[in-house]
C-alpha cells in the first residue's frame, strides 16, 4: 500500500507536472518556491487531500505551513485523518 508521501508525489506528478518521470524533487521542496505548484495547484491538491484521505480542509488550514511541500502536506493528512484511516484504501 502506498504510503501519503507516494500517494501525493504521484498526484502531483500526473496530474498537475504531467510528468512521465514521476515526481524528482525532494520531499522538502518548496512548491511555491520552486513553481511546483500554482494558486490553482492548491485548490487541486485540497480536494485531492479530502478525496482520497477522507478529509476536511478548513480554510484557515490552507497555509504554506500545510501545503508547500510532500512532506509538509504528508504530516498535515497525518494529523487530519484518524489512524486507522492511513491503511485504509482511497476513495475511487
Not at 510528468?19 to 520531499?27: C, I, K, L, Q
Not at 521542496?29 to 480542509?57: A, K, P, Q, R
Amino acid at each position: 500500500m502506498p504510503s501519503v508521501e507516494e500517494k501525493i508525489r504521484s498526484y502531483i506528478a500526473e496530474n498537475i507536472l504531467f510528468s512521465d518521470n514521476g515526481y524528482t524533487y525532494p520531499d522538502d521542496t518548496s512548491f511555491l518556491e520552486e513553481g511546483i505548484v500554482d494558486s490553482m495547484n492548491v485548490l487541486e491538491l485540497i480536494m485531492f487531500v479530502e478525496e482520497v484521505f477522507h478529509i476536511t480542509v478548513e480554510d484557515e488550514e490552507i497555509t504554506p505551513d500545510n501545503f508547500d511541500s510532500v512532506s509538509k502536506l504528508a504530516a498535515y493528512v497525518r494529523r487530519k485523518m484518524p489512524l486507522s484511516c492511513e491503511t485504509a484504501e482511497p476513495a475511487t
